[in-house]
């Protein structure tokens, strides 16, 4: 079965892990052939170009959309996908297009959240679009999100609730979580509450500083860190300013090794308002980390309030900050919070068994 992927790639987030790592599990698989279109030279086109994937960019800051249309057609005549497996609303439109055209057999699409539905009339319509003309089966990385997709308008039959799914990596060793601490200057004896996200509305970071100012008002030897950049991070960074306490919220921006960041948080925080499958919740609870969540979406599909996790209510500074403050002071609750946490991601979020639903997937949407 031949299978051509399609996404942006201008970003290194959830979704661009998920299907790096999705890509790289069916490249192990003999009967597959794989391709990889992306519309912009970054990170992701990085990593399948070393793993021997084959990527053809098409570089949307140079070409129209007829010419990035034209060149899926053109990937699609050379290379005969049996599946077409598109990531993201433009890709859905403009690679589902060109797969009409060529007469793939079948359209697969990845919902990664909830985009760009809602964000506009013209984004709707569309997004129906996709939905009803230009897509044989689709993939929600949550059943939330499967809901929202039904409540929107896309037929039932067609959506398959996938959990992104993650292999399991080893904690760092002591040695290293010191030599790690040191470079980022982070005092002998200092906690860590820290997240990781692009800095968007979503993630709701506005939240994470002000539970922070209160955190600090209780457990003073806290310090702060945000992975991850995007467009808001001027206006966070005046924010944390504002409040008094830059000094103890570190900004890193874009880092490549998060799996490595993630062994020195004490405890793992989202305060997102909206999410599928977190691939960085994930990371975290599956080497050990306490986590602390907003009740979001798919979070709930992954945490139990106190058992594997504390859930708190979105948009609310005061709870999640008091969450925040008994995690770090109870280590019995750290300890059976983490044990449970890394049970669940074993038992439930593992990539071979994502993969092993997205292959009957793949079957049965090319025998329609």
Same mark, same amino acid.
């Given at each position: 079965m031949n299978v051509l992927f399609i996404i942006s790639g201008d970003l290194w987030a959830g979704a661009e892990v998920q299907t790096c790592s999705l890509i790289h599990a069916l490249a192990q698989i003999k009967t597959f052939g794989l391709h990889a279109i992306t519309f912009n030279e970054g990170t992701l086109t990085e990593k399948l170009y070393s793993e021997g994937i084959p990527v053809?960019?098409?570089d949307e800051k140079k070409h129209s959309a007829p010419a990035l249309i034209s060149g899926c057609l053109r990937v699609m005549r050379e290379h005969r996908p049996d599946i077409v497996h598109v990531n993201g609303f433009k890709e859905n439109l403009l690679g589902g297009i060109a797969a009409r055209i060529t007469g793939v057999r079948a359209i697969v699409r990845t919902h990664h959240g909830k985009g760009m539905i809602g964000s506009s009339v013209k984004h709707n319509i569309m997004e129906r679009i996709n939905g009803r003309y230009l897509s044989d089966a689709a993939v929600a990385v949550s059943n939330d999100l499967k809901r929202?997709?039904?409540?929107?308008?896309?037929?039932?039959?067609?959506?398959?609730?996938?959990?992104?799914?993650?292999d399991r990596r080893p904690s760092?060793?002591?040695?290293k979580i010191e030599s790690l601490?040191?470079?980022?200057?982070i005092g002998r004896g200092e906690k860590i509450v820290g997240t990781v996200g692009r800095l968007v509305p979503v993630k709701d970071h506005k939240t994470f500083i002000e539970a922070a100012k209160l955190i600090l008002e209780n457990e003073?030897? +806290?310090?702060?860190?945000i992975v991850g950049d995007g467009p808001l991070r001027a206006r966070l960074e005046q924010q944390a300013r504002e409040a008094g306490i830059d000094s103890r919220v570190r900004f890193t921006g874009f880092r490549s090794d998060v799996h490595e960041l993630l062994n020195i948080f004490d405890v793992f925080a989202l305060t997102s308002i909206h999410e599928g499958i977190p691939m960085a919740l994930l990371e975290a609870i599956a080497i050990g980390k306490p986590v602390v969540a907003t009740s979001v979406g798919g979070v709930v599909e992954i945490v139990v309030d106190k058992r594997s996790g504390l859930l708190v209510e979105p948009e609310n500074p005061q709870s999640f900050a008091g969450a925040c403050i008994r995690v770090l002071r109870d280590g019995n609750l750290r300890e059976s919070l983490s044990e449970n946490a890394a049970a669940t991601v074993?038992?439930?979020? +593992?990539?071979?068994a994502s993969v092993g639903l997205t292959q009957e997937l793949y079957r049965r949407a090319v025998l329609q």
């Open positions: 053809t960019v098409l929202y997709l039904v409540g929107f308008g896309l037929g039932e039959e067609k959506i398959a609730v996938i959990h992104n799914g993650i760092l060793d002591s040695n601490r040191r470079d980022l200057k003073p030897c +806290t310090g702060f860190m074993k038992e439930k979020f +593992t990539l071979a």
